[in-house]
């Protein structure tokens, strides 16, 4: 590594390597590091993102497309199911190659990546980020400086609590999550399930995954606020225990999802951040890569014109946030007033409702959330900005 | 810590998962955390989030008696 480079990024998931990517494109010197050993590795995520919004992002690439889902079928509390097949294709990925694929298109642009490298700070000179500090694998303290800073940390970031802006996540505001895949399950392959309740999965969802020749991502995540009483290991076992006996675990997954608005503040002086690190993460369904990954776009290109420009200041930075706020950062805010409506309707209602909708064929999501909301004219609207 | 603390949080290295969930919660922005490590640190308030949102339940929590 260099004792200098015009953009440092922290986290080589696929935010910071989209990220990265996009800053080298005018030619500035870019170096991505991440404190892992290997990239992609261990993942902490349920591996599901559909298929247009992939399209948004890279172009497709069988090697870590590992299913491709049709139909999705929502479970409400006493057990109805609904079945939802107006919707597009859905991938399964394997989020390991994915994420090495990501990171090796921002190396095609020249980025330079460097692994076991632990970010343990900010250089900053009057209140102006300049630099990292690092402590790498061996122990060994160094610091590295450069003109901007992208923080795409992930969810137990701190580089933005250091550049001043980041305040930490409540209870109620993250999934605390685990997943198991299994092998053993003869589930119709082309669904995905998702399992609502207080008693399965309260203030979150269980889902079920199929990867396809038996396999299976079965996972949960409830809300730290629930947390509180059982863990999500308990309830997940439940789960298994009762509608997978005979299965096994082959990989076991564990993480935390933020599901709150992204911070306000994404920029400061020489500083940016970006992904789970910023909270960009849809607060229906706990997904971070599309958001994350088109933050992590715009970032970069913003950062590139910033290296152009010479200039580093927040105003000079602020594209980026505006550039959010206005398109994909109003839907994300528009994701969690709608999750926070969905928390406030009863197991009761949710049955309900779904009693109503299981004979239904040719259903959408929207079709689904607009008979929640039916009476509910300002949710209905929301609803459909959030769908459109 | 801030003097006067009362709890110390323990951590099971073999139980933790090093996922950062305890990060994300953490007020003072008192756990550091590696690929393979984690530390709490003196600006634990022992608010006992990490403990409540830990995944695995790797997060311990001991009354810290005065004197010692």
């Known amino acids: 590594m260099k004792e200098r480079y015009d953009i440092i990024v922290v986290g080589a998931g696929p935010v910071g390597s989209m990220a990265a990517r996009e800053a080298a494109s ?58 939802v097949d107006n919707i597009g294709a859905g991938l399964v990925l394997d989020r390991m190659k994915f994420d090495q694929a990501v990171a090796g298109m921002a190396q095609q642009r020249g980025v330079e990546l460097a ?3 632990n970010v343990t700070g900010l250089l900053k000179e009057d209140g102006k980020v300049r630099g990292v500090e690092i402590k790498d694998r061996d122990g060994r303290r160094l610091q590295i400086r450069c003109n901007l800073v992208i923080a795409a940390d992930g969810v137990d970031s701190r580089a933005a609590r250091w550049a001043g802006l980041e305040t930490a996540t409540s209870l109620e505001d993250i999934e605390t999550c685990v997943q198991y895949m299994i092998n053993g399950v003869e589930w119709d392959p082309d669904i995905l399930y998702f399992y609502m309740g207080m008693e399965t999965a309260p203030e979150g969802y269980l889902w079920v995954f199929p990867r396809g020749k038996g396999l299976a991502n079965v ?85 590139a014109r910033a290296v152009q420009k010479g200039d580093f200041s927040e105003s000079a930075l602020s ?62 609207l929301k609803l459909f900005l959030f769908f459109r | ?58 997060i311990e929590a001991e009354k810290i008696e005065p004197g010692l």
């Open chain 1, 115 to 117: 692994l076991r490298q």
């Open chain 2, 1 to 58: 810590m801030k003097s006067g603390r009362k709890i110390r949080i323990l951590v099971d290295k073999k139980k933790c998962d090093f996922c950062g969930t305890c990060v994300a919660v953490c007020e003072p922005d008192a756990i550091e955390l590696d690929e393979a490590d984690i530390e709490i640190t003196d600006r634990c308030t022992g608010c006992l989030k990490c403990k409540i949102v830990c995944p695995v339940g790797a």
């Open chain 1, 319 to 380: 594209d980026y946030p505006r550039r959010w706020f206005k398109t994909l950062g109003s839907d994300q805010k528009r994701s969690y007033r709608l999750k926070q409506a969905v928390l406030a309707v009863s197991d009761e209602t949710k049955d309900k409702i779904a009693f109503r909708l299981h004979n239904r064929r040719r259903l959408s999501y929207f079709s689904v959330f607009k008979s929640v909301f039916g009476t509910k004219p300002l949710l209905l």
């Open chain 1, 26 to 83: 005018g030619g500035a010197s870019v170096l991505l590091l991440d404190r892992k050993t290997v990239v992609g590795d261990p993942i902490r995520c349920g591996e599901v993102i559909g298929e247009k919004s992939m399209e948004l992002l890279v172009p497709l690439d069988e090697r870590w497309i590992v299913n491709r889902i049709h139909s999705a079928c929502l479970i409400s509390p006493s057990g109805h199911q609904v079945f």
């Open chain 1, 219 to 303: 996972g949960i995540g409830i809300s730290g606020r629930c947390a509180k009483n059982q863990g999500p290991v308990k309830y997940l076992d439940q789960f298994i225990q009762r509608h997978f006996p005979g299965s096994t675990v082959v990989r076991r997954d564990v993480g935390g999802v933020t599901v709150c608005p992204s911070l306000s503040r994404l920029c400061a002086h020489g500083f940016m951040v970006a992904g789970d690190a910023a909270r960009q993460v849809n607060c229906m369904n706990g997904g971070g890569i599309f958001f994350g990954m088109m933050a992590g776009r715009l970032a970069g290109e913003t950062a």
